[in-house]
């Protein structure tokens, strides 16, 4: 297998980290290219064992790349790029207009179903926080209430205080034999 391959025709783990921005090391390049073969992408490999990527490869890497930025998953963008370019590869046609055609057709099935996950996943959120803002809501209502209730006990002790030092002083004599 080493022996067929071409050395021009790939490029090695190290420049696709230069070249890919948010890869930035060879173990994050190494997560993706392993979700990317648990989704059934098979990459070439040299003579020791490590993977080695076709322009096609960095392709698909670039288009993750991008996806990643527009706040997908990693396993979302895997599967998204896959998805376009497995369609392409079925009909034999990479770059004609039909092999197009089945891109755009499968990349919003894909999307769309995603979407409906992320959008049922933030709408049971909603949900939560809607709730958690409710009971929030109803327990510093009984906070302000015990608030109130305290400042009035607060205010009829100060208002008893007052009475008892404004009584004219007598003496200790008077005080206890009266």
């Known amino acids: ?5 071409i050395a021009d025709e790939y490029i090695t783990g190290s420049d696709v980290v ?8 060879l173990a994050t390049l190494g997560n993706w290219a392993k979700e990317m073969e648990r989704n059934g992408h098979k990459f070439q490999h040299d003579g020791r064992g490590r ?12 288009e993750m790349n991008e996806l990643l930025g527009d706040r997908h998953t990693l396993k979302q963008a895997v599967q998204v790029t896959l998805g376009m370019n497995d369609a392409k590869e079925e009909d034999g046609e990479s770059t004609s ?5 089945t891109e755009t057709e499968n990349a919003p099935a894909i999307i769309d179903e995603s979407m409906k996950r992320f959008i049922a996943s933030q709408s049971q959120d909603m949900a939560d926080l809607k ?11 009984s906070y302000h209430e015990e608030n109130v209730k305290l ?13 008892i030092l404004d009584q004219p002083k007598q ?8």
């Open 1 to 5: 297998m080493a022996k067929d391959i």
């Open 18 to 25: 230069e070249k890919i921005e948010r890869i930035g090391s």
């Open 51 to 62: 993977r080695i990527y076709s322009e096609e490869d960095m392709k698909i890497l670039t």
């Open 97 to 101: 207009d039909e092999g197009e055609l």
């Open 131 to 141: 709730e958690l803002l409710t009971k929030v809501v109803e327990q510093n209502q």
């Open 151 to 163: 400042e009035q006990k607060i205010d009829e002790l100060a208002e008893k205080n007052q009475k």
């Open 171 to 178: 003496g200790w004599w008077k005080r206890h034999f009266g």
